[in-house]
């Protein structure tokens, strides 16, 4: 297996506007802001795929990708919680559109014989990062502000841990049109 496939997963790409308002969004001081250019909306986690699966998904991800309609951010949200952050994310409601994405994406993990994320999806895009030891945080939950999300791409990356954080690497992409 070439490191290539390794820690793959699939997630939306969102437009250079979206991913602008995203970047203007405040942080806490003691965060790491996710780079603007790795903003993403995790669809499933796959983790290690063989060459061969991995093509195949690449090549099956095009019936797949559908427009979808731009959706608003709902929350800026500290999860797991505020007292105890990993990370800040911006969630969007799941609108049939994303059941649809997901149901979509899960069937077609299972006709390639892929395992499937356990995990339910929640639509949201992560903004920044904590230390393991992060301190509380005051606002609990932050209204976000007026931001449509629009998506361009249905990508397969690959993650690669590095010292200040993952850093990802597109293996396929789809535009939504």
């Not at 290539?4 to 506007?17: H, Y």
């Not at 993990?109 to 509380?136: Q, Y």
């Amino acid at each position: 297996m070439t490191d290539g496939w390794q820690r793959c997963f699939i997630a939306l790409a969102p437009s250079a506007a979206t991913r602008e308002a995203l970047a203007a969004v405040p942080v806490a001081s003691t965060a790491r802001r996710v780079p603007y250019e790795q903003l993403h909306l995790t669809v499933t986690f796959i983790g290690a795929l063989s060459a061969a699966h991995g093509e195949a998904l690449a090549r099956a991800l095009t019936a797949r990708a559908v427009p979808l309609a731009p959706a608003a951010i709902e929350r800026v949200e500290h999860w797991p919680n505020a007292n105890r952050p990993r990370l800040t994310v911006a969630t969007l409601a799941m609108s049939d559109e994303f059941v649809a994405l997901d149901w979509r994406i899960r069937s077609l993990m299972l006709e390639l014989g892929l395992s499937v994320d356990a995990r339910a999806f929640r639509p949201h895009l992560t903004l920044a990062r904590f230390g393991r030891e992060a301190a509380a945080i005051d606002d609990v939950h932050t209204v976000a502000p007026a931001i449509i999300a629009r998506f361009e791409s249905l990508v397969l990356y690959s993650s690669t841990l590095a010292r200040h954080g993952a850093r990802y690497s597109a293996l396929a992409s789809v535009p939504l049109a």
